[in-house]
């Protein structure tokens, strides 16, 4: 396959076999051709898997259009082919671009990076969900003492006190249960909510 600006070539990895990594400039995107690639995440000590692509699917091209490194790393889920997409080919386009276009696809690109970056601070464990309730309890409950003091806002407080007890209870319930899922929602989030409360 040619393309203006620089040809596009295989490249064959074995299983297990890292593509790139996280931080690695982003010279080159991706079609997978065979096999299965993952893309991972580290976050907070975690290696958290976003995606498994299949044939047919692009992946890395937000890192050749504005030049940015990594934001994850990809490997070989089993023997597989990729067809490397250089960023020259891409830059060889653009130059015959509006202007206008050129800005609003890095825009898009910006946007997408955001997206990206909330998504890694989704609820994933039973753990995170739990400490995502936590989380905003304690926000809910820092909102209330910051009101003038009448009936309503103290009700509240009482409400917020039985819903940490019941929270607490479930924590237990589920202490021995089981899930293979990595948390990602990190204990210094709750623990941030209650310093503020101090302050």
């Known amino acids: 396959m040619y393309i203006e600006g620089g040809g596009t070539k295989k490249k064959f990895l074995q299983k297990g076999e890292v593509l790139f990594h996280d931080g690695d400039p982003g010279d080159a995107a ?6 299965l690639i993952g893309i991972y995440k ?7 898997e976003l995606a498994v692509l299949t044939p047919g699917e692009l992946f890395g ?6 030049g940015s490194k990594r934001m994850a790393h990809a490997l070989a889920k089993e023997e597989s082919v990729v067809i490397m997409i250089p960023s020259a080919a891409l830059d060889a ?4 671009t509006d202007p206008f276009i050129k800005a609003l696809m890095k825009i898009l690109v910006n946007n997408l990076r955001s997206v990206h970056q909330a998504y890694m601070r989704r609820a994933r464990s039973l753990t995170d969900y739990m400490n995502a309730i ?9 909102y209330l003492t910051r009101l003038d003091e009448d ?6 407080l009482k409400k917020l006190a039985q819903i940490d007890t019941l929270l607490e209870e479930l924590r237990r319930s589920f202490k021995d249960h ?16 209650k310093n503020e409360k101090t302050e």
């Open 42 to 48: 580290l976050v907070d000590g975690e290696e958290v």
């Open 61 to 66: 091209e937000m890192a050749i259009v504005d």
């Open 151 to 156: 009936e309503m806002t103290q009700d509240g």
């Open 93 to 96: 386009r653009l130059a015959k």
């Open 134 to 142: 936590q989380f905003h309890i304690q926000g809910f409950r820092l």
């Open 178 to 193: 089981p899930d293979k899922r990595l948390n990602v929602l990190r204990e210094t989030d709750v623990a941030r909510t």
């Open 30 to 35: 991706f079609i997978v051709d065979s096999g």
